[in-house]
Nanobody, 126 residues
Framework: EVQLVESGGGSVQAGGSLRLSCEVS????????MGWFRQAPGKDREGVAA???????NYADSVKGRFTISKDNAKNTLYLQMNSLKPDDTAMYYC????????????????????WGQGTQVTVSS
């Protein structure tokens, strides 16, 4: 059973930075997509960033140039470095994982992922 445990959320002022972490266990796929989604109150869940096992990343337009996704394979931990945070980035952030077929970039659609963490809250004040 795949387990994803997020941490690193918190409150920060606009322009600040946070780094989210996701500890991954029980994952047996040699090829995978792992990523981050977020959901703000009253809004749909949306994809933020995804990373495949070859190291290629996919970002939502709203976070390009500000967020960076990475993975430490030795620690089995996925990260999301968030810089230049804006109040619109306020949301619950979820870590996701899924097997990857390898023929295209990892997607940012909710339906593409079956394994989800419990989430970590990020609040950005103006």
């Amino acid at each position: 059973e795949v387990q994803l445990v997020e941490s690193g959320g918190g409150s920060v002022q606009a322009g600040g930075s946070l780094r989210l972490s996701c500890e991954v266990s029980g994952y047996t796929y040699s090829s995978y997509c792992m990523g981050w989604f977020r959901q703000a109150p009253g809004k749909d869940r949306e994809g933020v960033a995804a990373l495949d096992s070859d190291g290629d990343a996919n970002y939502a337009d709203s976070v390009k140039g500000r967020f960076t996704i990475s993975k430490d394979n030795a620690k089995n931990t996925l990260y999301l470095q968030m810089n230049s945070l804006k109040p619109d980035d306020t949301a619950m952030y979820y870590c996701v994982a899924e097997g990857w077929a390898g023929y295209r970039m990892c997607g940012l659609e909710v339906w593409e992922y079956n394994n989800w963490g419990q989430g970590t809250q990020v609040t950005v004040s103006s």
